[in-house]
């Protein structure tokens, strides 16, 4: 089992195998469980276990005993879908990157959000809490920073790009940086001080409309900060929403099933669609590689640029 | 996996068989002069070689196009199982819709589809549904499409009395329309829904930025045409049609250019809801 950390199972459904007498044939003998990787999505943090219903939807359709994992961290769900591990896989952009490079054209994305209103992106922004001082990317000079991961979009890759697009090179206008694990864990790691900044998803909006989803959302939302204890500095997109990711060497027959019903959920079943944690009026889309050419190409970018930098220990301190 | 091409040089029985048996190939009706029934050679008068080749090689099963000469007889050879799958309109549909239903919307790509609204009143408000909204002063927040033409035609569908309304241009934004909702200034806000989730959801577990408003009505456009299947259709073979039409214009653009002849402005095709081409009565 490559899922690193905690790999949470929420068991067998009673589709499939049961309405077969637990004879499985055909593609589906071939498929055997479908297993899907989460993690939650760079732009909505939904507790695994609102994926019940979403489980029991998606096993009953396919007629396939169903698992959801979680991934505690991005290279979790890159190396389940890389290996084999799992069917499919719900990942940031970056993410899929990440799996596209190690086994190319073996995982393909199918599906991503869009909105109601026809956006299908979110962003990166840049927060600091309310009460410092800091209202621009220059007042961070000489401060810390903190990215979510190595391999999120809005959370390292993306404004590190954004940023040297801008003139500013991230390795030297910030005095230091970490990485806090996760977009939950860098919202609360700047909540306790950790950092002076991080950057975080933001989504549901825009810049000019303001954000309705993301980390700082889903955790005000939930009572664990005040939304109002921070601040939105810098906020850079679209990104192409998170993918969702499927192993090409599948069975087509399990593909087209599959995705048609990932694609029906917000019609079929609005309320275990809202329990994903999507919006009123949002729904899939298809997608193919294409449509994160940029991401690809920004990250292979950030691995080019990581590989020109002195070691940590030559620094001048 | 084999198709026999040439043997379907016949005019098929149009009595009802399971699409899935070995043998039965897949049928799917088009509207046009041509002699009733399936034939083989329809693909090829019809342009039809594209899509109905992608097609076959995903369901691993012949695929035959079948001429009508109505909506109306699409509609009841999808209900007595002689066709498989048939574009229908609302009232091709209304006749077979316990037996019938859609799967599939075609949306010009870009554009915001069959995209889904809200309407909401002050709480304190009298009207309690769309029938009430006769003379109603109703409120914008948005002048695009998507917050405008697309959520009255939605009303229209639904019944509300949307030629007496009196709407006047977008106020800027959600909270602008919500101010003059709350002062009195219109009786009724239309918002799309990504604005109604800015508006209304709040951002910490007490807070209910619209606890003092009402949503009377949520909803979406009805199709105006759809691709439909019969109701005894097996769910997965549904769900597996779904998913090689969603991508088809990624896919196989010749195959989606065949299906746009038929549902004008397809750039790309949508699920839908089981009561996308149900028209609401006033």
């Known amino acids: ?208 409309t303001g954000f309705t989803a993301g980390a700082l959302t889903q955790l005000a939302r939930r009572g664990l900060i005040k939304r109002e204890d921070f601040r939105i500095i810098w906020a850079e997109g679209p990104i192409p929403n998170s993918p969702i990711v499927m192993r090409t060497d599948t069975p087509q027959e399990f593909q087209d099933i599959a995705r048609g019903a990932l694609a029906a959920l917000p019609y079929e079943d609005p309320t275990t669609w809202a329990e994903t944690g999507q919006s009123p009026g949002t729904t899939y889309v298809a997608v193919t590689r294409d449509t994160y050419r940029d991401v690809i190409a920004i990250r292979e970018a950030e691995i080019a640029e990581r590989r020109t930098r002195p070691a940590a220990g030559d620094k001048a301190p | 996996m084999i198709w026999r091409a040439a043997a379907l040089l016949v005019c098929l029985s149009l009595a009802p068989a399971v699409a899935q048996t070995p043998g039965v190939p897949f049928r799917i009706a088009v509207i046009g002069d041509e002699p009733p029934g399936c034939s083989a050679a329809l693909t090829a008068t019809r342009g039809a070689e594209a899509y109905t080749g992608h097609l076959a090689a995903r369901l691993k099963q012949d695929v ?135 508006l209304c959801v709040g951002d910490a577990p007490d807070k209910k930025p619209c606890a003092d408003l009402a949503e009377l009505w949520r909803g979406r456009p009805t199709a105006r045409l759809a691709i439909a299947v019969s109701t005894a259709m097996p769910a997965d073979r549904r769900y597996q049609l779904v998913g090689i039409h969603v991508p088809l214009h990624l896919e196989n653009p010749r195959a989606l250019a065949w299906i746009a002849a038929d549902l004008p402005g397809t750039g790309l095709l949508d699920p839908t809801e089981a009561g996308a081409l149900t028209e609401k009565a006033p």
């Open chain 1, 1 to 208: 089992m490559l899922l690193l950390g905690t790999a949470l199972l929420l068991g067998l459904t009673g589709c499939g195998a049961g309405d077969r007498g637990g004879k499985l044939e055909g593609w589906r003998k071939d498929v055997g469980t479908l297993r899907m990787g989460l993690t939650a999505g760079e732009e909505n943090s939904v507790s695994l276990g609102r994926w019940r219903k979403f489980e029991a939807y998606l096993g009953g359709i396919t007629g396939l005993p169903t698992q959801l994992y979680q991934a505690s961290d991005y290279n979790g769900i890159i190396q389940a879908l890389a290996s084999g591990q799992v069917e499919l896989g719900q990942m940031g952009p970056a993410a899929y990157a990440g799996a596209d490079a190690l086994v190319g054209a073996k995982v393909a994305p199918i599906l991503m959000a869009r909105s109601n209103d026809g956006t299908s992106g979110y962003y990166s922004a840049i927060a600091v809490r309310a009460d410092s001082p800091y209202r621009s990317i220059a007042d961070l000079k000489g401060k810390s920073i903190g990215y979510a991961d190595f391999n999120s979009a809005s959370g390292y890759i993306y404004p590190r790009w954004k940023l040297r697009e801008q003139g500013i090179d991230p390795e030297t206008h910030f005095g230091s940086s970490g990485i806090s694990g996760g977009h939950v864990q860098g919202v609360l790691a700047l909540d306790n001080g950790q950092f002076d900044a991080i950057a975080v998803v933001a989504s549901g909006g825009t810049p000019e």
């Open chain 2, 64 to 198: 035959v196009l079948c001429a009508f000469p109505t909506r109306a007889a699409v509609a009841a050879a999808l209900a007595d199982g002689s066709v498989d799958m048939g574009w229908l309109d609302p009232a091709a549909y209304a006749p077979v819709a316990n037996k019938v239903r859609p799967i599939l919307t075609g949306r010009e790509a870009g554009t915001p589809g069959r995209s889904m609204a809200m309407l909401l009143v002050a709480a304190s408000s009298p009207g309690k549904d769309l029938a009430s909204l006769s003379g109603a002063r109703v409120l914008l927040a948005d002048d695009r499409t998507v917050g405008r033409d697309i959520p009255l035609q939605a009303l229209a569908d639904a019944g509300a009395p949307t030629d007496s309304f009196l709407v006047e241009a977008a106020l800027p934004g959600e909270e602008a329309a919500a101010a003059a909702l709350r002062a009195g200034r219109g009786d009724a806000l239309i918002l799309e829904a990504s604005a109604w989730q800015r």
